[in-house]
């Protein structure tokens, strides 16, 4: 049975889990500056029993559209480790993750990756592309979480400081 709970200060744990999905340990060492700078809004863990299996990431952005401040955030890096990928682990981080920025109150959710995966979600290149980004293109994506998320006017949603020593994204 998978559980999704709150990292409880488990930063080994979640450097583990990124250095094992990913390919290199890029995505674990941008999750180690984000956690250095205060910027990790949210780390979720999943669970098999007591083994941590997957987690995903929020960070904070600067966005804003027409001149105005929105409130979003960042999801990634979301690993889970090889030997439990595509059992619905992924899937049940991301739901977890939307509700908790739902639930926090932000008006959007950005990430970068397959549109292949994320639409499942109801992310789309189509609502990032107004947003400015040195990541834009078809992997900048994006999830309207709420009405002040506009359908139209143009800005720009900008990744935590971290990012920028990031070449993965
Ligand atoms: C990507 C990842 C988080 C998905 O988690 P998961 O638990 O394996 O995935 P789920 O079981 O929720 O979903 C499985 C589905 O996702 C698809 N999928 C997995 N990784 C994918 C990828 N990189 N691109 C496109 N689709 C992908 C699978 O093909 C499968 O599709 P199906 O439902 O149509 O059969 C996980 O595979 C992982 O950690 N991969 C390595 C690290 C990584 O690439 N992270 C994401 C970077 S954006």
């Known amino acids: 049975m998978i559980g999704i709970r709150p990292e409880r200060d488990e930063a080994e744990t979640v ?7 990913f390919e290199t340990d890029q995505e674990a060492r941008l999750v180690d500056r984000l956690r250095a700078a205060g910027d990790i809004a949210c780390s979720l863990i999943a669970l098999d029993g007591e083994r941590a299996i997957g987690n995903v990431i929020l960070s904070p952005m600067g966005a804003e559209i027409d001149g105005r401040r ?3 955030v960042a999801l990634g890096p979301i690993g889970v480790l090889p030997d439990r990928q595509d059992e619905g682990v992924g899937e049940a981080l991301v739901q977890a993750a939307i509700a908790w920025a739902r639930g926090e109150g ?20 189509e609502a990032a592309r107004r947003f400015a980004s040195p990541y834009a293109g078809e ?18 949603a900008d990744y935590a400081p971290a990012f920028a020593a990031f070449e993965g994204a």
């Open 106 to 125: 932000f008006a959007a959710m950005f990430l970068l990756g397959a549109p292949e995966y994320y639409g499942r979600f109801g992310f789309s290149a």
């Open 139 to 156: 992997h900048w994506q994006a999830l309207a979480l709420d009405e002040t998320f506009s359908p139209s006017g143009s800005g720009r």
């Open 15 to 21: 450097h583990a889990i990124h250095a094992a999905a």
């Open 70 to 72: 929105i409130r979003a």
